[in-house]
Nanobody, 124 residues
Framework: EVQLTESGGDLVQPGGSLRLSCVAS????????MGWFRQVPGNGRGGVAA????????NYAASVKGRFTISFDHAKNTLYLEMNNLKVEDTAMYYC?????????????????WGQGTQVTVSS
């Protein structure tokens, strides 16, 4: 029910930084949470970071906590993921997601709207 468009993926060196953006073109009051997920070919889609839109409560995967920051700009209707100190293991297709649930869940099954994905490649 929400149209999401990601951008910002790129090729970066280990230790580098990237900022991913996700424009929620059809964002409405029923979008209570949004998140970033990533997937490597052959593996499942794992939660990276999530945010409760109403109050900004966030949740991070242990592997990225302290390095990544999720935020939502209400004025621009845009979700961001700032990624710092990137590691090779962060390489994946990153997806933006939105859902009606209250909690900032990191489980992909809790979301029903998805972006097309943006590739992040960390390599030396």
């Amino acid at each position: 029910e929400v149209q999401l468009t990601e951008s910002g993926g790129d090729l970066v060196q280990p230790g580098g930084s990237l900022r991913l953006s996700c424009v929620a073109s059809t964002y409405n009051q029923n979008t209570y949470r949004m998140g970033w997920f990533r997937q490597v070919p052959g593996n499942g889609r794992g939660g990276v970071a999530a945010i409760r839109i109403r109050d900004g409560t966030t949740n991070y995967a242990a592997s990225v906590k302290g390095r990544f920051t999720i935020s939502f700009d209400h004025a621009k209707n845009t979700l961001y993921l700032e990624m710092n100190n990137l590691k090779v293991e962060d390489t994946a297709m990153y997806y933006c997601a939105a859902g009606d649930g209250r909690f900032a869940s990191l489980w992909h099954g809790d979301y029903d709207s998805w972006g097309q994905g943006t590739q992040v490649t960390v390599s030396s």
